[in-house]
Structures are given as structure tokens and as C-alpha cells.
């Protein structure tokens, strides 16, 4: 089992700045690619960015020049900036975390965005 930690949520005014952090522990060998989703209200959940144990890094079209996702490996922790935040990007956040061809999801953190 991988135990996923998140934090750094919040409520913050469009065009500010949030990290969220997400720290792994548990059977944390082996983790592949490590990334946030979201999901807002009646929404399906989706990929807001991703980064492989290479460092090759994924986003969605809509965070693209806003969000960083980075990790740190020795502490085997994401990040996630989120820059210029904008009403829409208001949503639970989770991390996710692949490990083999298993896949792990922390709780969530709720990322609120007041215009």
C-alpha cells in the first residue's frame, strides 16, 4: 500500500497563488509517474498535470503557462504551482500516485478560487 498526504488547499482570489504538496509513504519503491487530478461539482474528474520518475511532465491544455508540477524524489513528494488562478480551477484536488499496475489516491484537498 502507498499512503498519500495532501496539503496546501485553500481559498485564494483570482490571479493568486497556491502549492500543494502531496508526500508518499508506505511501499514507495518503484513509483512510476506521480501526478494531481481535480474534480469540481458535476464534473468528471480529470488530469490537471503529471510528471514521470524521469521528469517528463504532462498538463492539461487549461493550466498550460499556470501550473508547475515538480517532485522530489528523495522525499518522494509532488508539487503542484498553481499560478494565476482563475474561478474555474476551483475543485477538489487529488494526487495520484502509479506504482506498477497499481494506482493510489490521497483524500483530496479543496482548492477554492473567489473572483
Known amino acids: 500500500q502507498v499512503h498519500l498526504v495532501e496539503s496546501g488547499g485553500g481559498l485564494v482570489q483570482a490571479g493568486g497563488s497556491l502549492r500543494l504538496s502531496c508526500a508518499a509513504s508506505g511501499r514507495i519503491f518503484s513509483i512510476n509517474a506521480m501526478g494531481w487530478y481535480r474534480q469540481a461539482p458535476g464534473k468528471q474528474r480529470e488530469l490537471v498535470a503529471a510528471?514521470?520518475?524521469?521528469?517528463?511532465?504532462t498538463y492539461a491544455d487549461s493550466v498550460k503557462g499556470r501550473f508547475a508540477i515538480s517532485r522530489d524524489n528523495a522525499k518522494n513528494t509532488v508539487y503542484l504551482q498553481m499560478n494565476s488562478l482563475k474561478p474555474e480551477d476551483t475543485a477538489v484536488y487529488y494526487c495520484?500516485?502509479?506504482?506498477?499496475?497499481?494506482?493510489?489516491w490521497g483524500e483530496g484537498t479543496q482548492v477554492t478560487v473567489s473572483s
Open positions: 510528471i514521470t520518475s524521469g521528469g517528463r511532465t
Open positions: 495520484n500516485v502509479a506504482r506498477g499496475i497499481y494506482s493510489y
